[in-house]
């Protein structure tokens, strides 16, 4: 059985993967039915044929042509070394300022269940999940 851990928002996943990642079409989904022009304008879009573009204007429609999606572009299409929608916040704590919506890849990112050593050994929450 996984173990169940509570992140403990130090940020430190966000700072390494929380950018350049590939996205997946369900994403896309409530962001375009919600006209979420703040994320999809920092979503890559490749479509059949080669184009490239942002999300901005995108519909669901379109979903059909997308090849590939990535996360998180800066509002030219090029690739931002860092999430746009990462904050940390007075208190120290790092907050997703997208949180309720975020996308697949980062709903599912949990360090202590990766096995990811170099990035484990830096987590608090992994720390405290060892025996």
């Keep these: 059985m996984t173990p169940v851990q509570d992140c403990m928002q130090c940020g430190k996943c966000c700072e390494k993967w929380g950018w350049g990642q590939k996205g997946i079409p369900e994403d896309l989904v409530p962001w375009i039915r919600n006209n979420r022009r703040d994320i999809l304008q920092h979503v890559g879009i490749r479509l059949l044929g080669g184009r490239r573009q942002t999300g901005t204007n995108l519909t669901l429609g379109d ?63 992994c720390r405290t999940n060892t025996p």
């Design 63 to 125: 979903l059909a042509q997308v090849t590939r999606i990535d996360y998180w572009v800066d509002l030219n299409g090029r690739t931002l070394s860092h999430c746009p929608f990462y904050y940390r916040a007075d208190d120290g704590k790092v907050y997703c300022r997208i949180h309720d919506t975020k996308p697949a890849v980062c709903i599912g990112f949990t360090p202590w269940n990766e096995g990811i050593r170099d990035y484990a050994l830096d987590c608090p929450a």
